[in-house]
């Protein structure tokens, strides 16, 4: 027969060790995306991505946009430890010279920066329910994933820093596929308003093992330096295509 206190010793060791694996060390996650134009399929630029985690609970991250012949077009940093879907965070894009930041999130608002020919114009938000911006969107997209496959259209306001403003927006799934292999959710964004006659929807497609994005198609946050507008992309973050460079850009 056990003692007592033998299995209590033993039960506190169970525990110990359950709380060290549940609270794993962060670890880092590194990948490309391959972006070209969706209509002529002319590669643009690469995505350098390096992203930290723990467990399940993204942290942060970098990432770089490269173009073809190796030059920095912009960087982004990202930091998601005030909210798993508003991050601070800074987008910086060379030419046009370019800047988006998020410079400050609370419990209660956070506020937007936009900066572009030598004029800045900034904005608070309230925070509040079924909202993200930025890269906070794919965030919100994979915890929401089941109810999207489970045929749910979730809402979601999404704060556009480049409007400094908030908009309604609607996810729904639109087919079942499988991509690299892998069974996939075609998901499309639209807004939730008379805007979605202006504004083209996005598709995305996200690995339903993996729970990544898999697949990109819509407006780029990377601008065309000759006109000064933003690329309408298809990025892939699984499958290089064929027009990629002989180099890329270690991830």
């Known amino acids: 027969m056990i003692a007592k206190s033998t299995l209590t010793s033993l039960l506190t060791g169970f525990l110990l060790v359950f709380a060290l694996v549940a609270h794993a060390v962060p670890r880092e996650e590194r990948y490309l995306g391959y972006a070209v134009d969706q209509v002529s ?19 942060g991250g970098n990432i770089r946009y490269i173009a073809p012949d190796g030059e920095l077009l912009g960087e982004k940093q990202l930091d998601f430890r005030a909210n798993p879907y ?8 060379k030419s046009p010279p370019y800047e988006e930041l998020i410079t400050s999130v609370d419990a209660k608002r956070f506020v937007m920066e936009q900066r572009k020919a030598g004029k800045a114009e900034r904005a608070a938000q309230a925070v509040i329910a079924n909202q993200a911006a930025d890269s906070g969107f794919n ?14 259209e979730v809402p979601l306001r999404f704060a556009v820093i480049g409007q400094l ?10 087919a079942r596929l499988t991509l690299a292999g892998e069974p996939a959710l075609r998901l499309r964004v639209e807004p939730d308003s008379l805007l979605r006659l202006l504004v083209d929807p996005i598709e995305v497609i996200y690995g339903l093992e993996s729970r990544q994005l898999l697949n990109y198609r819509g407006v780029s946050n990377v601008l ?28």
């Open 41 to 59: 399929g002319r590669y643009l630029y690469t995505e350098v991505h390096r992203h930290q985690y723990d467990g399940s609970r993204w942290l």
């Open 86 to 93: 508003v991050p601070v965070m800074r987008y910086q894009l």
């Open 139 to 152: 965030a919100f997209l994979v915890d929401h994933l089941d109810d999207f496959a489970a045929g749910k």
């Open 165 to 174: 403003d908030q908009y309604r927006f609607r996810v729904k799934a639109v």
């Open 224 to 251: 065309n330096p000759a006109t000064a507008k933003a690329y309408v992309v298809n990025i892939s973050y699984r499958e290089k295509p064929k027009s990629a460079p002989v180099r890329l850009p270690a991830p």
